[in-house]
């Protein structure tokens, strides 16, 4: 039986003991948010495993992430959270979705909360997580009510800003770890990189590739054998092709659908251009383009068209294993490194 017990590992317990306060958790592990394959199976089984499982909702209609919730809730009595784009044009029935379903935590991502987002989801009693590329705007969307951050540098899979991890880490945690829950995300493989980044003061981490071929993921078998054959140099960004449309740029295994997308900012950009969209739609375009293409590798397989999105830890991804035993890989590397010291 696979141990995810806290006792086990002390050191660690120790340092994530607010973040796993914060969560309702045994272990102060998020796992990210990915589309289509952050549902159900993968999020209970996080959740069971003692770490934080979030469901993605992505594009989902408020119809298809009330049915999700419902769903998850009936293979996990653990807490997990909800992951909402904040362009999402329903964004606020998706927040009164959760309210319904007394969701604990919501995590907002993919730009700035707008107006009465955050105060709509504290207003049922939830907590608000937050993605910040900068030190200003973090201090902002704190003081703004959300209660805590994830930061997460550009080794990471999906959408993604500019700085790596450690580099966010030593700016966000010196300034913030004391009086805030700092959860630390992108390029974590391992545990002793949990463990660092717990000694500079984050209450947490977030993993997303590591658990995205997990034995309870849903994803397609072709879609996890690329994983296993993918390594760090394979998951590139995307190339942003129109400085005047401001597209997130995404980390994903090179192949055809990277070339796909290129030529899809290039169509999105004329139709810009002619006045036939304006900003915030075609924005959506390439956001509709990613859940489609996501699809397709996810769920159909495709993965020479589809978007199989993985950040630079793919290449320690080796095999098909339970949540439960990554979990416990993770917390005894963790535990171990801080043994060391």
Not at 293 to 322: F, Y
Request: proline share 4%; glycine share 10%; hydrophobic share 50%.
């Amino acid at each position: 039986m696979t141990t995810t017990n806290a006792a086990t590992y002390p050191k660690t317990a120790a340092l994530m003991r607010r973040g796993a306060a914060f969560l309702g958790t045994e272990h102060a592990i998020l796992c990210g948010a990915m589309s289509w394959v952050s549902e159900r199976n993968l999020v209970s089984a996080i959740s069971n495993a003692g770490g934080f499982g979030v469901i993605a909702c992505g594009a989902m209609t408020p119809d298809l992430l009330d049915a999700e919730i419902a769903a998850t809730k009936a293979l996990t009595d653990k807490p997990f959270g909800v992951n909402l784009i904040t362009m999402h044009p329903a964004l606020f029935d998706l927040i009164a979705v959760c309210a319904r379903h007394g969701v604990g935590h919501v995590v907002l991502a993919g730009g700035i909360p707008p107006k009465g987002s955050v105060e709509a989801i504290k207003d049922f009693g939830a907590k608000v997580l937050v993605f910040a590329p900068t030190l200003a705007l973090a201090k902002k969307l704190l003081r703004s009510g959300a209660d805590a951050l994830v930061i997460e540098g550009s080794e990471a899979g999906g959408h993604i800003g500019p700085v790596s991890t450690s580099v966010l880490a030593q700016e966000f945690l010196p300034a913030l770890a004391e009086d805030h829950i700092v959860f630390v995300a992108g390029g974590i493989g391992r545990g002793e990189m949990i463990a660092s980044y717990l000694e500079m003061g984050a209450s947490g981490v977030q993993l997303g590739t590591r658990f995205a071929c997990a034995t309870e993921s849903i994803a397609h078998p072709a879609f996890k054998q690329a994983f296993f054959r993918g390594n760090a140099r394979d998951a590139v960004a995307s190339v942003q092709v129109d400085p005047r449309l401001p597209v997130i740029p995404v980390r994903a295994l090179r192949n055809k659908g990277t070339e796909e997308f290129t030529a899809k900012q290039v169509e999105v950009a004329k139709l810009l251009d002619e006045g036939k969209l304006d900003m915030a739609q075609a924005q959506l375009e390439i956001e509709h383009f990613w859940a489609g293409a996501l699809r397709r590798a996810v769920i159909e397989g495709d993965v020479e068209r589809g978007s199989v999105m993985a950040g630079q830890s793919v290449g320690m991804v080796t095999k098909e294993e339970p949540v439960a035993d990554i979990m416990a890989q993770l917390m005894s590397e963790c535990e171990a490194a801080l043994s060391r010291g």
